[in-house]
């Protein structure tokens, strides 16, 4: 099996910033795309950013210049840098991972359990 654990939320007043982290652990051959999306009450989840295992990224257009994601290979980690917050950045973020779990099997796709992340005054 695969997990996926989240650090690094909370709450931070609007223009703060917050960095989030998501280590894989498990059953793991290779670890491609890792990403963070994230799902505010009432709304569907929705992308906010991901990054292949070479470094290439993609951000949605509401985060794209505030938001930096990154990831350590080594560590099986990815990261979220999030700056100049605003209150519509308040929503769980949940981590996402794809997943080869033997040099045999194809991918699967793994989520996190979600971390809090409350931007207010």
């Known amino acids: 099996q695969v997990q996926l654990v989240e650090s690094g939320g909370g709450l931070v007043q609007p223009g703060g910033s917050l960095r989030l982290s998501c280590t894989a652990s498990g059953r793991i051959f290779r670890l491609n795309r890792m990403g963070w999306y994230r799902q505010a009450p009432g709304k569907q989840r929705e992308l906010v950013a991901h990054?292949?295992?070479?470094?290439?990224?993609n951000y949605a257009d509401s985060v794209a210049g505030r938001f930096t994601i990154s990831r350590d290979n080594a560590k099986n980690t990815v990261y979220l840098q999030m700056n100049s917050l605003k209150p519509e950045d308040t929503a769980v973020y949940h981590c996402?991972?794809?997943?080869?779990?033997?040099?045999?099997?194809?991918?699967?796709?793994?989520w996190g359990q979600g971390t809090q992340v409350t931007v207010s005054s």
């Open positions: 996402n991972a794809r997943v080869v779990k033997f040099s045999w099997s194809y991918e699967s796709e793994h």
């Open positions: 990054i292949t295992s070479g470094g290439s990224t």
